[in-house]
């Protein structure tokens, strides 16, 4: 909650860790419920959308505690197939409950998910690959009422590589008779995260990570204890943070074959990066050199999810950079705020042409989504001056504890209320 405070200017140097991944925990914790019985999750982070899982979790009747960075859920008595709206809202993994409950219980009811405003975000193709499982799936008043009955299993084609359909139609598939084809899936490394996970509790799934994946039904799963993988995204946001104050930073527990399209664009500006097994290593001490073209596409595209970070540390490049979103129609709201900083950015669409700027100055700034928060933070960091960006609780659903990570490599950041 809050605002953070930032005196930009200072250089990040030093180590960062980063721990398990918020589009892995959330649709795994989702998962849990499909074991009638204990599942242990370790290296959680400690973050809102996480909470919110495990509130609703409870509510459905499971036990949960969260002790250091392991999450160990008791699911033997899931009671509830009903989600109160208000924790539907609360974040955009509540509906991976769906196609879990159907798993569990062979019914959900549920309002539709919230989550970050970057545009139209429907679930029709969950839906639509629910109801080739076998699902009655009824739509009234906001809600949605999923009757699993006898799932059986069939071939579904998304219509667009969709990370969450993908998952819910993975979930939903677990215990349906037969044999499941989910073609044109999501590729994203937490969907081959959730399939090892599912899998470690006795499920057959295989083909998570390419386009093709086949899930063969079970009869019942049992009790797991599983790692989750790092936070390709956190970990990507550093790096930019590193790129815009001209720093040095080695970033641990980072894969960098789940981060190679950013890799690249950060040494097309000019960063020397070097990679080891569990770490990357980003070295900048001169101004990043503008890139002509950032495509933000579905895994192993550029990840939308760091466009706004990486556009923050184009806003200072030499040169122009021009940024194209291709999976979400308004995740450029941040540029606005940018622009009250001194950036030179013109949004057409979905295209965003920004002009390098020699620096940015610090002003009052609003976070509006989770990863335009985070660009604006990392233009604090490089900023002449004072920042203050307000709404915090955007950056707390998908950072944990940002300012004290920033700080511990010399950033100046504080949260204030
Ligand atoms: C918890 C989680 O993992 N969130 C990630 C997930 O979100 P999420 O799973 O919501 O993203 P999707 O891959 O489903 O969405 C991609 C595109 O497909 C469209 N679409 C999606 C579903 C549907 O039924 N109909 C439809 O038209 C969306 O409007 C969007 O334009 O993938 C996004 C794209 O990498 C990331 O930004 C999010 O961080
Ligand atoms: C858009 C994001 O998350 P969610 O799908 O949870 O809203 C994100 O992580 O950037």
């Given at each position: 909650?809050?605002?953070?405070?930032?005196?930009?200017g200072?250089?990040?140097?030093?180590?960062?860790?980063?721990?398990?991944a918020k589009?892995?925990?959330?649709?795994?914790?989702a998962?849990?419920?499909?074991?009638?019985?204990?599942?242990?999750?370790?290296?959680?982070?400690?973050?809102?959308?996480?909470?919110?899982m495990?509130?609703?979790?409870?509510?459905?009747?499971?036990?949960?505690?969260?002790?250091?960075?392991?999450?160990?859920?008791?699911?033997?008595?899931?009671?509830?197939?009903?989600?109160p709206?208000?924790?539907?809202?609360?974040?955009?993994?509540?509906?991976?409950?769906?196609?879990a409950?159907?798993?569990?219980?062979?019914?959900?009811?549920?309002?539709?998910p919230?989550?970050?405003?970057?545009?139209?975000r429907?679930?029709?193709?969950?839906?639509?690959?629910?109801?080739?499982?076998?699902?009655?799936?009824?739509?009234?008043?906001?809600?949605?009422?999923?009757?699993?009955?006898?799932?059986?299993?069939?071939?579904?084609?998304?219509?667009?590589?969709?990370?969450?359909?993908?998952?819910?139609?993975?979930?939903?598939?677990?215990?349906?008779?037969?044999?499941?084809?989910?073609?044109?899936?999501?590729?994203?490394?937490?969907?081959?995260?959730?399939?090892?996970?599912?899998?470690?509790?006795?499920?057959?799934?295989s083909?998570?990570?390419?386009?093709?994946?086949?899930?063969?039904?079970?009869?019942?799963?049992?009790?797991?204890?599983?790692?989750?993988i790092?936070?390709?995204?956190?970990?990507?946001?550093?790096?930019?943070?590193?790129?815009?104050?001209?720093?040095?930073?080695?970033?641990?527990?980072?894969?960098?074959?789940?981060?190679?399209?950013?890799?690249?664009?950060?040494?097309?500006?000019?960063?020397?990066?070097?990679?080891?097994?569990?770490?990357?290593k980003?070295?900048?001490?001169?101004?990043?050199?503008?890139?002509?073209?950032?495509?933000?596409?579905?895994?192993?595209?550029?990840?939308?999810?760091?466009?706004?970070?990486?556009?923050?540390?184009?806003?200072?490049?030499?040169?122009?950079?021009?940024?194209?979103?291709?999976?979400?129609?308004?995740?450029?709201?941040?540029?606005?705020?940018?622009?009250?900083?001194?950036?030179?950015?013109?949004?057409?669409?979905?295209?965003?042409?920004?002009?390098?700027?020699?620096?940015?100055?610090?002003?009052?700034?609003?976070?509006?989504?989770?990863?335009?928060?985070?660009?604006?933070?990392?233009?604090?960091?490089?900023?002449?001056?004072?920042?203050?960006?307000?709404?915090?609780?955007?950056?707390?659903?998908?950072?944990?504890s940002?300012?004290?990570?920033?700080?511990?490599?010399?950033?100046?950041?504080?949260?204030?209320?």
């Amino acid at each position: 909650m809050g605002k953070f405070k930032i005196n930009g200017g200072n250089r990040l140097y030093g180590e960062l860790k980063v721990n398990g991944a918020k589009n892995s925990v959330l649709p795994i914790l989702a998962a849990s419920i499909l074991n009638e019985g204990i599942s242990v999750i370790h290296d959680c982070p400690k973050l809102k959308d996480v909470y919110s899982m495990i509130e609703i979790l409870e509510h459905l009747g499971c036990k949960v505690t969260f002790k250091g960075r392991d999450i160990i859920i008791d699911a033997r008595y899931v009671k509830d197939s009903e989600i109160p709206d208000s924790l539907m809202r609360t974040m955009r993994s509540s509906i991976f409950l769906m196609g879990a409950l159907i798993s569990r219980n062979k019914k959900a009811l549920m309002s539709f998910p919230g989550g970050c405003d970057i545009g139209h975000r429907p679930i029709d193709l969950h839906l639509k690959g629910l109801r080739r499982l076998g699902v009655k799936v009824e739509e009234s008043y906001g809600y949605i009422k999923c009757e699993g009955g006898k799932i059986r299993g069939n071939e579904i084609h998304l219509d667009l590589p969709s990370v969450g359909a993908t998952e819910n139609i993975m979930l939903a598939g677990v215990f349906a008779e037969g044999i499941t084809i989910i073609r044109n899936a999501a590729k994203e490394p937490e969907i081959e995260d959730l399939q090892n996970f599912l899998n470690s509790m006795g499920a057959k799934i295989s083909g998570a990570g390419t386009n093709t994946i086949i899930i063969e039904g079970v009869k019942r799963l049992h009790d797991t204890e599983y790692t989750i993988i790092p936070d390709r995204i956190v970990a990507g946001t550093y790096l930019c943070a590193a790129a815009m104050t001209r720093g040095e930073l080695t970033v641990v527990n980072a894969l960098k074959e789940h981060l190679e399209p950013l890799l690249s664009k950060l040494r097309e500006t000019g960063c020397k990066i070097q990679t080891g097994n569990d770490y990357i290593k980003i070295m900048c001490d001169k101004r990043p050199k503008a890139v002509d073209m950032i495509i933000t596409l579905p895994y192993p595209g550029f990840p939308t999810d760091l466009q706004p970070q990486m556009a923050s540390v184009l806003s200072v490049a030499e040169g122009t950079s021009i940024v194209t979103e291709t999976i979400f129609d308004n995740r450029f709201k941040y540029t606005e705020e940018l622009i009250r900083m001194g950036a030179d950015i013109k949004v057409e669409g979905r295209v965003a042409v920004i002009r390098g700027v020699e620096k940015l100055m610090g002003a009052k700034v609003v976070a509006r989504d989770l990863r335009g928060g985070a660009a604006l933070i990392i233009a604090g960091l490089g900023a002449k001056g004072t920042t203050i960006v307000e709404e915090a609780e955007h950056i707390d659903r998908g950072y944990e504890s940002i300012e004290n990570a920033l700080k511990s490599v010399g950033g100046d950041i504080v949260r204030i209320m």
